[in-house]
């Protein structure tokens, strides 16, 4: 079984920086598009930024000029830079990707429609 491992969450003080990263556990043949998404105590799930497999990547008007994702396709790991925190942005941030095929030993490859990483918690405060 495949999963999406995030990691990268913790507490900042407002205005500081953390980076977060989303790694396959298992080895990626293709992938649609992947994207981060929050949820917020008391709230929904919101997306904050997305990027296609042809690099087009879109962002939540709230985290324009302060986050930045990226992807190294040689590590199958998605990251997200966020700088300038507000405590606004405390939240549980998941990793999302959609129509993502993975390869497997000794069998065919598995695509799936969507997964979702375990979330990890990022908390601003001073």
């Known amino acids: 079984q495949v999963q999406l491992v995030e990691s990268g969450g913790g507490l900042v003080q407002p205005g500081g920086s953390l980076r977060l990263s989303c790694a396959a556990s298992?080895?990626?043949?293709?992938?649609?598009?992947m994207g981060w998404y929050r949820q917020a105590p008391g709230k929904q799930r919101e997306l904050v930024a997305t990027?296609?497999?042809?690099?087009?990547?879109n962002y939540v008007d709230s985290v324009k000029g302060r986050f930045t994702m990226s992807r190294d396709n040689a590590k199958n790991t998605l990251y997200l830079q966020m700088n300038n925190l507000k405590p606004e942005d405390t939240a549980v941030y998941y990793c999302?990707?959609?129509?993502?095929?993975?390869?497997?030993?000794?069998?065919?490859?598995?695509?799936?429609?969507?997964?979702w990483g375990q979330g990890t918690l990022v908390t601003v405060s001073s």
């Open positions: 298992r080895r990626v043949l293709s992938i649609n598009a």
């Open positions: 999302n990707a959609k129509d993502i095929t993975i390869a497997t030993i000794n069998a065919n490859p598995v695509r799936y429609l969507e997964l």
């Open positions: 990027v296609t497999s042809g690099g087009s990547t």
